[in-house]
Nanobody, 124 residues
Framework: QVQLVESGGGLVQAGGSLRLSCAASGRTFSSYRMGWFRQAPGKEREFVAAISWSGGSTYYADSVKGRFTISRDNAKNTVYLQMNSLKPEDTAVFYC?????????????????WGQGTQVTVSS
């Protein structure tokens, strides 16, 4: 069982930056692939970024490529999402997710554990 707790959300102006963190419980964090998803009001949850268990592979949605960076620190059981050049359309609740596996995954159905989410609001 893995418990995930996101933090770092908030209100930022367009063009600004935020760094989200997702702290995971358990001693086997390094064996989990991790992902970030988001859900805007009235919209379906969408994939944002994913990282392999080792951190050696990453994958991004086209909408955030070049602006967002996913990383992980297995010693701290934490995955990060650095978000730069934020746009109003990035406003959403951001969720981190985890599952056992060796390759990055971008489908929500491929993840077994989810955090409660953290709100990101970008003002214009």
């Amino acid at each position: 069982q893995v418990q995930l707790v996101e933090s770092g959300g908030g209100l930022v102006q367009a063009g600004g930056s935020l760094r989200l963190s997702c702290a995971a419980s358990g001693r086997t964090f390094s064996s989990y692939r991790m992902g970030w998803f988001r859900q805007a009001p009235g919209k379906e949850r969408e994939f944002v970024a994913a990282i392999s268990w080792s951190g050696g592979s990453t994958y991004y949605a086209d909408s955030v490529k070049g602006r967002f960076t996913i990383s992980r620190d297995n010693a701290k059981n934490t995955v990060y999402l650095q978000m730069n050049s934020l746009k109003p359309e990035d406003t959403a609740v951001f969720y981190c997710a985890a599952s056992r596996g060796t390759v990055v995954a971008r489908g929500g159905h491929e993840y077994d554990y989810w955090g409660q989410g953290t709100q990101v609001t970008v003002s214009s």
